[in-house]
């Protein structure tokens, strides 16, 4: 499967912004999908994810009330909403898919197939 994240950019602090990450190849109902974050000089770090019904959703605490995963299998996208955004939220953000549909993992290594990640700026 390919994944292509996009709909980062530069935004103030107080924003939104909505990815998507658009899947190609094998099913895509078939995956859980996770997004995750990486800033420069930390590890990357977990920030939400969604089973492959939809059915069950977690948050990292850091994001939590303020961003929403969601997914259109009928589409093969996934999407993040991310509102009041904070300068300490700037990262490239990447989605993944894991096989195990119905896991709640914020493990990357439960992750078998990862997008090229799109990059989100919020300024202060």
């Known amino acids: 499967v390919q994944l292509q994240a996009s709909g980062g950019g530069l935004v103030q602090a107080g924003g939104s912004l909505r990815l998507s990450c658009a899947a190609s190849?094998?099913?895509?109902?078939?995956?859980?999908m996770g997004w995750f974050r990486q800033s420069p000089g930390k590890e990357r770090e977990f920030v939400a994810v969604?089973?492959?019904?939809?059915?069950?959703?977690r948050y990292a605490d850091s994001v939590k009330g303020r961003f929403t995963i969601s997914r259109d299998n009928a589409k093969n996208t996934v999407y993040l909403q991310m509102n009041v955004l904070k300068p300490e939220d700037t990262a490239i953000y990447y989605c993944?898919?894991?096989?195990?549909?119905?896991?709640?993992?914020?493990?990357?290594?439960?992750?078998?197939?990862w997008g090229q990640g799109t990059q989100v700026t919020v300024s202060s």
């Open positions: 993944a898919a894991n096989l195990a549909r119905s896991a709640i993992s914020l493990n990357s290594y439960d992750y078998a197939y």
């Open positions: 969604i089973t492959w019904g939809g059915g069950s959703t």
């Open positions: 190849g094998r099913s895509f109902s078939s995956y859980a």
